[in-house]
């Protein structure tokens, strides 16, 4: 089992004293760790990670293990601990076709966008995830949305084993946002971490 920690932004000597001590506190949980920079050949994950990092990954960490368990924890600790320092990464899963949500370990999302719009006095975000639990493929589309820098208000829609139900709800959004103006951005991290979801 692998999973993958995509990263962009991050100066090469913070990375490599981070990912040295990382692969000591990995090998007591039996997981090999390997980093290496991103090539340039397509990569079917690829526009998940991009839509999430606003930008094409520099450098991935992969993680392997044989416990999927352990995998996923240990994964997923290591990737909120380089949130909490305010990187640029995502944690992706080849299996799930899908990346981590940064304030759940349970979910993940197989496509996400985040859009702005600015006009005028106006300064509004909205975040659109196709969001499926990690253990099920229960999908549900999530978006919150509001002023800039404020609480955001959320909506959700389940579609319970229905992906290409979900798939066509979150692009109908999607598109329904670009078309009235707003353009795709990163998100600041204290909005992303407000999203809580009731799976």
Known sequence: MELDLYIVGVPQASLSNWVAQLSVNAKAEGIQVI????????????PVIYDELCSPPEQRISFCGSDESVLHTFAYKSYCSRLDRHWNV??????????????????????????FYQE????????????QALTIDFYSVISRYGRQGRILQQTEKSFDYRFDDAE?????????????????GRPTIPEQLELELPF
């Open 35 to 46: 980093q290496s920079g991103v090539d340039d050949k397509p990569d079917e994950a690829l």
């Open 90 to 115: 995502c944690l992706h899963s080849a299996k799930k076709k899908a990346i981590f949500l940064r304030f759940d370990g349970t979910l993940l999302a197989r496509k996400v966008a985040h859009l």
């Open 120 to 131: 005028g006095t106006s300064d509004k975000v909205y975040h659109l995830y196709l969001a």
């Open 168 to 184: 066509k709800e979150w692009n109908r959004l999607y598109h329904e946002k670009v078309d009235k103006g707003y353009k795709v």
